[in-house]
């Protein structure tokens, strides 16, 4: 009879740890190891699809070629991506921060609010994002509705741009916090995790901290900033990344990139600029966390 | 009670002094003008998400002869339910509704499995290397789908695991696009989309888990796998149920990885997508498209919205306690 082995409890836990990840591991060869490796080949290649499969032929840099000098939208429409992303994120984070501290606070309805605050992590995501921004009718509602508050109240008169300008801030702020307004749907509907993610670590900050502070005679104000603000420094590091790769997920660049693939079929072309976008990401990814994370403070 | 004269000015300053630290007026003030303030602000938010849904609900029932007419702007004069069959007739309403959901329910499922064992291999049960494997499941969320997408859509046009199909038929592999199962492995596999985040979250909340809970159960005799199925996975269940909706509504809303994969499918999401260059087919007229999109649009969603409104309160609760944090 063979005799059982007996494994100390470190070794098993090592082997069962293997065993657990293992489904992600598999997937991770399967569907991400290779696919990564063989996307790089595709870019350098020219790709054509037949009955038994695919071939390739090396091109060498002609597909990366292409994609920056003679295509006419990528460039483009990557610039467009990169400011866009660039308006928005600290927007996001700022909005998310502020409405998070909000909500921290006790107050009645709070259960209701935080519900309809949240609808949009499960509602304005996809497809529905897409076609409410086109909606035309919608946007006709709107105007009608500007119409009979122009008619009736008076109120819509005060135009806030000529006003700030006039009281001499500079253009370029006046205009950012302007389109900000504009953008505010958009702003508030993209900021649903973010402000999850807030919220909890508000959370979990210690009340025996604030309780000091006001004994000191903190105000509210300075509380927030010396108290909730640093701790929050290592989320706000985590929520940057996640808004930015949340930005570049789905945008005219990505739907140009699908439409490369499965429209013109250049799965080399569209590898190539797939490939340029990840590493025009990556370094912006890396550029932002190491200037956010000399400022993070933590705790332990 | 002449002598008290002399002290009247000061024992009304004293008292004051007392009204004042009794009912500290100004501390009020600010108390309300604050709950003012945050209660605006509040309500300003709430009306932002809320706008688009009520515009929504009011377009769905207006017939095509209140669309022009400015003087109604919420309440419909000519109320019709028109819209609303026309746009389940396009949208295969029922059908689609069923796909999507057996699709999205699929991948929750497979995603909080795979998921949740993957965090908690990673918070609790560390190997040589489990930091590095960890690194490249972070590695995974910051990857754009686009960068993978041409060999994937190959990879599931010719599906063969390690060229063993191939080998013993000598097909060129299995067609698996216009079906679930490019989402189901994928999802398996713990690869769908945005996995790395939830493996993340599970991690996040297994490490939050106190360490006596399994030390106990070790300490009865259970092993590692009775202790995770009898002892982690119950303590579990508000991770699993945040994952479980953040899964489910995202696959329902997802157009991307939809028409990638079933670009020929009933599915809402598909549906959606077609919807305005099919209309436009039909009738070139601008407002009667939008009006149809809208109705199709509330349809789309309300079953999410019905799902969130029954999981709302426990899904808000559980995230909070889910540890997110770092």
Known sequence: MAKKRLLSLERKKSIFGVLFISPWIIGFLLLMAVPLYQSIRFSFSELTINATGYSLEYVGWANFNKAFFVDTWFNRSLTEAVTKMLLNVPLIIFFSLFTATLLSQKFRGRMLTRSIIFLPVVMASGVIAGLDGSNYLASMMGEAANDMEGNYTGLSGFDLIPFLLDAGMSRSVVFYFAGAVDRIYQIVTSSGVQILIFLAGIQSISPSLYEASKMEGATGYESFWKITFPMMTPLILTNTVYSIVDSFYKNNVTNYIKDIAFRQLNFGLSSAMSWAYFVLISIILLISTTIISKRVFYYD | ?326
């Open chain 2, 1 to 326: 009670m002449k002598a008290a004269t002399p002290n009247r000015g000061a024992s009304a300053a004293a008292t004051v002094r007392e009204w004042n630290s009794s009912y500290r007026p100004v501390d009020k003030v600010k108390n309300v003008l604050w709950i003012i303030v945050r209660s605006f602000l509040l309500f300003g938010i709430c009306f932002i998400i809320i706008y688009p849904i009520l515009t929504k609900l009011s377009i769905a029932f207006k017939d095509r002869a209140d669309i022009f007419d400015s003087t109604i702007v919420w309440i419909p004069r000519h109320f019709t339910m028109d819209n609303i069959y026309k746009a389940i007739e396009l949208l295969d309403y029922f059908e689609a509704v069923t796909n999507t959901f057996i699709l999205s329910a699929g991948t929750a499922v497979l995603q909080v499995i795979s998921c949740a064992l993957a965090g908690y291999g990673f918070a609790r049960l560390k190997f040589k290397g489990s930091s590095i494997v960890f690194a490249l499941v972070v590695f995974t969320i910051v990857i754009p789908p686009q960068t993978i997408m041409a060999p994937t859509y190959l990879h599931f046009r010719f599906f063969d695991v390690f060229g063993l199909y191939g080998l013993f038929t000598g097909k060129p592999g299995v067609n698996l696009l216009e079906s679930y199962w490019p989402f189901f492995i994928s999802s398996a596999t713990a690869m769908g989309m945005k996995n790395g985040l939830y493996i993340y979250i599970f991690r996040q909340f297994f490490r939050g888990l106190p360490k006596e809970l399994e030390e106990a159960a070790y300490v009865d005799g259970a092993g590692i796998m009775k202790s995770f199925f009898k002892v982690m996975l119950p303590n579990a269940i508000p991770a699993m149920a945040t994952v479980a909706l953040f899964s489910f509504v995202w696959q329902w809303n997802d157009d991307y990885f939809t028409n990638l994969y079933m670009a020929n499918s009933v599915v809402l999401s598909k549906m959606l997508y077609i919807l305005p260059s099919n209309l436009l087919a039909i009738r070139d007229e601008y407002s009667y498209v939008s009006l149809l999109i809208n109705t199709a649009t509330l349809l789309a969603i309300a079953p999410i919205f019905l799902l969130y409104l029954f999981a709302q309160r426990y899904f808000v609760e559980s995230v909070e306690r889910t540890g997110l944090v770092g």
